[in-house]
């Protein structure tokens, strides 16, 4: 399931207008619209929402950003900005965890947990 379809089946579910939604999570309706229907009408392209967004709806649908994630399917395409590029090593690693199934997934992110707990104590989990 994409965000599009998962969010209008939220908004079903809990009796949500788009402008309903739209307030609750600092977006326009017109954009909510466009999730929805997961083409942007000015380029005619898929959707690719940022992980901003994605943040931003799983706090005003009341989930934390793992589960909406773990909602969706492994093909949703969501846009990473950063202000630097990628190196050549840190795209082998992303190009890796996109060739994996759902299952691999979940345990890339228990694997990562891990090695933060055990090399980086201090850091904030993922």
């Given amino acids: 399931m994409k965000l599009g379809e998962w969010l209008a089946m939220y908004r079903a579910r ?13 977006f326009s309706k017109a954009y909510i619209a466009m999730l929805e229907k997961g083409i942007n009408p000015s380029t005619g392209k898929p959707v690719s929402p940022t992980i901003q967004t994605f943040e931003k709806i799983a706090r ?4 934390d950003l793992d589960s909406l994630l773990k909602i969706l399917d492994g093909d949703q395409p ?4 950063t ?10 690693l992303v190009d890796e965890f996109r060739n ?3 299952a ?3 345990d890339f992110w228990s694997y990562l947990e891990f090695l933060k707990f055990k090399y980086a104590p201090n850091a904030a989990a993922v």
């Fill in 60 to 63: 005003a649908t009341g989930q």
């Fill in 14 to 26: 809990n009796n949500l207008t788009m402008q309903n939604m739209a307030d609750a999570c600092g």
């Fill in 78 to 81: 969501i846009t990473i900005s």
């Fill in 100 to 102: 994996l199934d759902n």
């Fill in 83 to 92: 202000n630097k590029s990628l190196n050549s090593e840190e795209m082998k």
């Fill in 104 to 106: 691999g997934r979940r």
